[in-house]
Each structure stands twice: as C-alpha cells, then as structure tokens.
C-alpha cells in the first residue's frame, strides 16, 4: 500500500552511461514531480508535470528528460551521465485543482556514477 | 526568486528541552508552507502544513508559526525525545501553488 514508490532505490554506474528511475504513485494525484537532493542535503525541484504535461522545468541540462506515461508515473530518464549527477533523486505527487495540497514524497533513489 | 534559509543548520539538545527551529523566507507571496522531517537515507515525512491564511498548526508536540509579512515560520518542538533526532527541512509554496522551494535544513540531535 505504499503511496510513493520509486525504483531502484539505489543505482551505480558509469560515466557516459544512460539510465532511467521510474516513480508510480497510487493516491489519485495528478501532479508528479522530480526533487534532486545534492551531497550537502539540498532539496531542488527538477520538474513538475500535471495531468503528464510538463509544467515546471527548472534549469536542468537536457541529458534528463522525465517522461510521464501518465498520471500516476512519472519516469526519470539521464543520458551520459556525469560525476555530478551522483545525488538523490526523489519523486513527489500533489492534488492541484486549484488548491494546493500536501505533497507526499517517494523513498528517494540514491544514484551514483564512477 | 524565492529562497529560503533555516537556522540554525545544526542543533544538539539533551532529551525533554524544548525547541524552536526557524526558518524564513525572501518572498512574502506564498500558497502556503510546509515542514517536513528526513531520517538519514530516508524520504520526507511531512509534518505540518501552514496556508498563507493561518497562523499556526498543531500536530501532537509539534507546533508551527507562520508570519507570511515578515517572511518567517518557525517549528516548535516540546519536550523532545531522541526519536525526534533527523533533518527538519521548511518548505515554501509559491502562489502558482505548483513549486516547493526548500530550505537547508536543521540537522537535529536529541540526546538521551
């Protein structure tokens, strides 16, 4: 009955190489988001997409392209990774419609590259 | 932009003081404000969430202050345990009420 899922929960790999981190929630939101959590602990906001449309794109190269299937994934995609994309990802959902509302966030993936 | 600073970046207490986390923030127009607690390698547990209409929220020994004029919240703890040892991280939302922008954090330490 977890809410927030994400996998995998940990990643090593590669310079160079591509990999993807998938998220599914099950609370009925229809706002996802990406948080990316440096090496001195903080919290930024990556992307946001309501009903899958991209609503928030925050300064992120192009190697990321998060994609949402729909309303309840919202899938992370890194092509040619890099030492500094070695940090913890988290995924976030929220109810909008208007409203803002509490948002609930995943376990985290921590991801490291060699 | 928005940006938002919590002091103090660490705190050490003996069991059962109380204890006031603070945090402010740039821009005064905001959705609301939300506090959340991370254990290590953990996910973010939210804790209390504050509209811009209020003042305060209680949740059991918890309590939070909002005042959005002056761009400051703080976070009350009452006779803390060392299960409250974790980060406490202030989140604000902008009014778009789309974006969550964080704070560094209190990295709080409860000793027995």
């Known amino acids: 009955d977890t809410a927030v899922s994400q996998t995998p929960k940990y990643l090593v790999t590669q310079m160079g190489n591509d990999k993807s981190i998938k998220c599914e929630q099950n609370l009925g939101h229809d706002t996802m988001y990406w948080y990316k959590q440096d090496s001195k602990k903080f919290l930024k906001i990556m992307f946001s997409y309501n009903n899958k449309e991209l609503i928030i794109n925050e300064t992120v190269p192009n190697r990321f392209s998060p994609k949402s299937p729909d309303k309840a994934h919202l899938n992370l995609h890194i092509n040619s990774l890099e030492l500094g994309d070695s940090a913890v990802y988290f995924c976030?959902?929220?109810?909008?419609?208007?409203?803002?509302?509490?948002?609930?966030f995943g376990p985290g993936t921590r991801l490291t590259v060699l | 932009k928005q940006e938002v600073t919590q002091i103090p970046a660490a705190l050490s207490v003996p069991e059962g003081e109380n204890l006031v986390l603070n945090c402010s923030f740039t821009?005064?127009?905001?959705?609301?404000l939300q506090w959340f607690r991370q254990d290590p390698g953990k996910g973010l547990t939210s804790l209390l969430l504050i509209q811009s209409s209020q003042r305060e929220q209680t949740s059991g020994r918890l309590n939070a202050s909002l005042d959005k004029s002056s761009g400051r919240s703080t976070l009350y703890i009452a006779a803390s345990q060392p299960g409250d040892s974790a980060t406490y991280l202030c989140a604000v939302v902008n009014n778009a009420g789309n974006m969550l922008t964080f704070g560094g954090g209190t990295r709080l330490m409860v000793k027995p």
């Open positions: 976030a959902s929220s109810l909008s419609s208007g409203t803002y509302n509490e948002q609930f």
């Open positions: 821009d005064s127009a905001i959705y609301n």
